[in-house]
């Protein structure tokens, strides 16, 4: 069977390891809904939900100028996944994780990386999952985890 070549959408010759702001998304194996439920609310639900919830507090979806409410449920997995995704934050002092989305097949997020001795270091030696010097190294790190460990 031949497989898909697939699009390569990193910029040609950018250094991903320059301190900035960088949207990541990333898809679960052949898009199987392994992370979460979304499921139409009620805003009376939302209320009270919200306070069981912790960090999975996002209960609004606007559509058009009509305020549809939805309740996502992260399952087992996708709780596994949210843990460690901000397990990078806490492995890296100079990343931090602006925004994190779970959605049922794929995750978004909005990865920093902040101003740091790291940032201007050009050497190609990573330490494993400590102070990662690039987007790449830390998605990486992040499939590798979560691979073994779900």
Same mark, same amino acid.
């Given at each position: 069977?031949? *497989? ?8 040609? %010759?950018? /250094?991903?390891?320059?301190?900035? !702001? !960088? !949207?990541? =998304? ?14 139409? @609310? ?7 939900? /919200? #306070? *069981?919830? $912790? ?6 979806? *606007?559509? $058009?100028? =009509? ?10 997995? %996708?709780?596994?996944?949210?843990? @460690? +995704?901000? /397990?990078?934050?806490?492995? /890296? ?6 925004? +994190? ?14 101003? #740091?001795?790291?940032? +201007?270091? =050009?050497?190609?030696? !990573?330490? +494993? ?7 790449? $190294? ?13």
């Amino acid at each position: 069977m031949e *497989l898909k070549t697939r699009k390569n959408h990193r910029l040609k %010759g950018y /250094n991903y390891s320059i301190c900035g !702001y !960088y !949207y990541i =998304t990333i898809c679960v194996n052949k898009m199987n809904c392994l992370l979460c439920d979304i499921k139409q @609310s009620t805003q009376e639900n939302i209320e009270q939900e /919200n #306070s *069981l919830r $912790g960090i999975f507090n996002n209960p609004l979806i *606007l559509a $058009g100028s =009509t305020r549809t409410f939805a309740t996502v449920t992260p399952t087992i997995m %996708g709780k596994l996944v949210t843990e @460690s +995704f901000y /397990n990078i934050e806490k492995l /890296n002092t100079n990343i931090k994780i602006d925004k +994190f989305a779970l959605m049922p097949n794929h995750i978004h997020a909005i990865i920093v990386i902040e101003k #740091s001795d790291i940032c +201007f270091n =050009t050497q190609k030696e !990573y330490d +494993f999952q400590v102070d990662r010097k690039s987007i790449q $190294g830390l998605i990486r790190d992040f499939k590798s985890v979560t691979t073994r460990k779900y």
